[in-house]
């Protein structure tokens, strides 16, 4: 009979998190990921299988406990306002965020460039993410303009995402910019709703 787990999974896996956010999936070593979780590498690997176990559990938790709540004031009966107050606390997180902080920039954005490139497994959670990140803005723009074509709230969509995007990585080397980008970005939703007066 094999023994229980005798440690807090979630606080595991929160902590996980953390090192895969500052570090990456590739830059995170097993040695910091024990030293975080203060688990055996053994205790990991029983509980996670492997790293990448454990950094799947890490994304599911990202997209639970990060990404959906934010996204939740798009999707869930989305007020005029919607798409500014979206792209303001975006702004607000960035602008808050201390330098040293390990939760800078999007987890999932910021594996794109390493891991994404050549797991196919892990470019399909990020092509969900963005492609859930769109449906949530057009959900958010189809509040502020019900009358707008389905092609003017496609280009609309994708133009916010792409700022959405932009900003979320430069979020991780360039504060100031993320913030700039987002402004214009809402400054640009401000002119939206002004032609439709």
């Not at 999936?25 to 205790?43: F, K």
Request: some cysteine.
């Amino acid at each position: 009979m094999g023994r229980s787990q005798e440690f807090d999974t979630t606080a595991v896996v929160a902590a996980a998190l953390d090192v895969f956010w500052a570090r990456g999936y590739e830059g995170a070593s097993l040695g910091d990921l024990e030293s975080a979780t203060g688990l055996s590498r053994s205790s990991l690997y029983n509980s996670f299988t492997n790293k990448r176990g454990l950094f799947d559990a890490a994304v599911q938790m990202y997209l639970e406990h990060v990404i959906r709540p934010r996204l939740r004031g798009l999707t869930t009966n989305p007020g005029a306002d919607a798409v500014d107050d979206y792209l303001y606390s975006l702004e607000h997180a960035i602008g808050t965020m201390t330098a040293d902080s390990p939760r800078r920039g999007c987890l999932l954005l910021n594996t794109a460039a390493g891991l994404g490139a050549h797991d196919d497994a892990v470019a399909a959670v990020i092509r969900a993410y963005r492609q859930e990140l769109a449906v949530a803005i057009r959900s958010g723009l189809q509040a502020t303009f019900p009358t707008e074509t389905d092609a003017t709230l496609s280009d609309r969509t994708r133009i916010l995402l792409s700022c959405t995007v932009s900003a979320l990585v430069l979020a991780r080397v360039d504060t100031e910019e993320a913030i700039a980008t987002l402004e214009s970005a809402r400054r640009l939703n401000t002119e939206w709703q002004s032609r439709n007066t």
